[in-house]
């Protein structure tokens, strides 16, 4: 049986999405650290010297156990500056890929709080202190409450008003033997 080679490229020579072990990946990109990551869900037990990624500044080619997943980027990234890690725990490889293009960014700058003066003080930040509130009981409300009044009538609990029945005990047959070793049911 011959084997099907895989074609990476066009005729006129561009490089072609190939994912030949149907591998799971995600082609994400992180604006924060300017970069493009790639997240290959490789075997977990399978054997670091099997893998061999490839990372140019048009496409990543990455090799698993001879079967090849390339993928072609969108933007141009630095492959000199390339990392790639794999997980101990879930055996997943992680390509970091950082962009040629530097984007800007706009610094956050803190809120600063604006004062106005008033006619009574001067520009000062507000001070913080910590106050409780509480809140306004009427101690005339509290003697008109008896918390200790129980309706002795009523029964608590979900089987109010059910009607038990009275248990009536069976009598011994007149072949039985008491068993002494034998503990009550009760």
């Known amino acids: 049986m011959i084997k099907r080679e895989v074609r990476l490229e066009t005729d006129d020579g561009q ?3 190939v994912n030949e072990a149907k591998i799971p990946f995600c082609l994400s990109d992180d604006e924060e650290n300017n970069a493009i990551v790639l997240d290959v869900g490789c075997y ?3 054997d670091t010297s099997l893998i061999d990624v490839d990372v140019q500044p048009t496409h990543v080619k990455v090799e698993i156990k ?3 997943l390339q993928i072609v980027l969108q933007e141009e990234v630095n492959p000199d500056s390339s ?3 794999r997980s101990q725990t879930t055996g997943h490889l992680l390509v970091t890929m950082p962009k040629v293009k530097e984007m ?3 610094l956050k700058q803190p809120a600063v709080p604006v004062y106005t003066k ?3 003080q001067e520009n000062k930040p507000p001070t913080q202190k910590r106050t409780q509130e509480r809140l306004e009981v ?3 409300a509290a003697k008109h409450v008896d918390l200790m009044v129980t309706n002795e009538t009523t029964s608590i609990g979900p089987y109010v008003g059910l009607n038990k029945k009275a248990v009536k005990e069976r009598p011994n047959s007149a072949d039985f ?3 002494p070793d034998v503990p009550p049911l009760i």
Do not use: F, W
């Open 15 to 17: 490089k072609m999405n």
């Open 44 to 46: 977990k037990y399978l």
């Open 66 to 68: 001879g079967k090849i």
């Open 83 to 85: 990392t790639a890690k």
């Open 104 to 106: 800007v960014k706009a």
């Open 118 to 120: 008033t006619s009574q």
């Open 138 to 140: 009427d101690p005339t």
């Open 177 to 179: 033997v008491d068993d």
